[in-house]
């Protein structure tokens, strides 16, 4: 299996023209932008098409530091990382095809005159001021059905007309918390149900009878080839379930990024599959010691998107060793037999079942 130089890849070539967000990219070009979510980096917004293409714009508007720029760069950094797993073996292209990531179309600065003069008028008046700018695929939402089932199941009786009828659950995303269980908490029945990053928890998945095990093996793969073919720590990347991007046979549709990736489907979500996104906190993963660490750190910083190791539930236990035995899998498919660093991966996997640094009493 020959090695390859996943560093030095440049970014993949930008995509049709039609996809970046150019008036003329569908029927009704002063269509209003739509407020689809908001995190620490900023708000997103959709941008609707007739045909199967949709873009997000990430817009740099949110807490102070937090970069679009930086976003775009380890996007294109992981997406270029990917290619190059698919044009080499068959068995890394494989491990490439499951993962699903946003094809990433545009850096826009604040100061792009011409841009921002065409489109800020398609904001709501008090976002009508340039930032720097970020334009990605956008993921497809879950449908009504699916919402309806997390609004019955989850939602207090009294408010679930209304969560159903509520617009903004319409776009609905669900993150998969494969590290943790709900506390028994009571629901309150004055609180907003919210189905944007809906936070689904291992034993929610349990009561829904969704195969865990799958999203497990898919989290381990994507983070390997962050850590071994990206060379990134993966810092507070997210994940979620979501449908998989909508196929055309038309090539000229098709975004320039796009994988074939692995889909699940069940009963309750219908087809599907695991997204990764947001991409702006990650850092260059030295291939040393201190990468183990930054590595180790970034895995309990983030949210409990992965299982955790050591825990009393033997489901919990069992979910773990599944995803730990896909991340040693992959990493070795990466980095091969013969890789001077292809002990890294035993070495990450002893420092998380170590502990947390974070925890009390763990000395960092």
């Known amino acids: 299996?020959?090695?390859?130089?996943?560093?030095?890849?440049?970014?993949?070539?930008?995509?049709?023209?039609?996809?970046?967000?150019?008036n003329d990219a569908h029927p009704h070009p002063l269509r209003p932008f739509r407020h689809i979510g908001?995190?620490?980096?900023?708000?997103?917004w959709a941008v609707e098409g007739s045909g199967i293409n949709t873009c997000a714009i990430k817009r740099e508007d949110g807490g102070e530091g937090r970069s679009v720029q930086k976003d775009f760069t380890m996007h294109q950094?992981?997406?270029?990382?990917?290619?190059?797993?698919?044009?080499?073996?068959?068995?890394?292209?494989?491990?490439a095809s499951s993962i699903s990531i946003p094809a990433c179309y545009q850096y826009v600065e604040r100061s792009d005159d011409i841009w921002w003069s065409e489109r800020l008028e398609r904001f709501p008046s008090q976002f009508q001021v340039a930032c720097n700018a970020l334009i990605t695929d956008r993921i497809p939402p879950f449908r009504q059905s699916v919402r309806d089932l997390l609004v019955n199941y989850y939602c207090p009786s009294a408010i679930q007309e209304s969560a159903k009828n509520y617009p903004a659950?319409?776009?609905?995303?669900?993150?998969?918390?494969?590290?943790r269980r709900r506390r028994n908490e009571r629901k309150s029945m004055f609180k907003a149900f919210s189905l944007r990053n809906y936070p689904l928890h291992i034993d929610q998945m349990e009561e829904l009878g969704l195969d865990s095990t799958h999203y497990a093996r898919v989290m381990a793969e994507t983070l390997a080839?962050?850590?071994?073919?990206?060379?990134?720590?993966?810092?507070?990347?997210?994940?979620?379930?979501?449908?998989p991007r909508p196929t055309t046979t038309d090539p000229s549709e098709a975004p320039p990024t796009s994988t074939s990736i692995s889909t699940s489907t069940s009963d309750p979500l219908g087809e599907h599959t695991i997204w990764?996104?947001?991409?702006?906190?990650?850092?260059?993963?030295?291939?040393?010691?201190?990468?183990?660490?930054?590595?180790?750190?970034a895995f309990y910083k983030n949210d409990p998107f992965y299982p955790r190791p050591n825990r009393d539930n033997p489901e919990d236990q069992r979910l773990w060793?599944?995803?730990?035995?896909?991340?040693?899998?992959?990493?070795?498919?990466?980095?091969?037999?013969?890789?001077?660093?292809?002990?890294?991966?035993?070495?990450l996997v002893a420092k998380i079942e170590d502990g947390n640094p974070f925890a009390a009493g763990m000395s960092n």
């Not at 659950?169 to 590290?179: F, Q, T």
């Not at 990764?276 to 750190?297: K, V």
Request: charged share 20%; with cysteine.
């Open 38 to 44: 908001h995190g620490f980096c900023g708000s997103v």
């Open 1 to 22: 299996m020959s090695k390859i130089n996943y560093t030095t890849l440049s970014p993949p070539p930008p995509g049709n023209p039609t996809l970046r967000l150019t």
């Open 77 to 95: 950094k992981i997406n270029s990382s990917l290619q190059a797993l698919k044009r080499n073996s068959p068995e890394r292209a494989a491990l």
């Open 276 to 297: 990764i996104l947001d991409f702006d906190c990650c850092r260059d993963m030295p291939m040393d010691e201190s990468g183990i660490d930054q590595a180790w750190r």
């Open 169 to 179: 659950n319409s776009d609905c995303l669900i993150r998969p918390y494969l590290g």
């Open 225 to 243: 080839i962050m850590h071994w073919a990206a060379q990134v720590d993966g810092n507070d990347v997210e994940f979620v379930l979501a449908p």
């Open 321 to 347: 060793e599944a995803f730990k035995e896909r991340f040693m899998e992959a990493s070795a498919i990466i980095l091969g037999p013969e890789n001077e660093i292809a002990h890294f991966p035993g070495l």
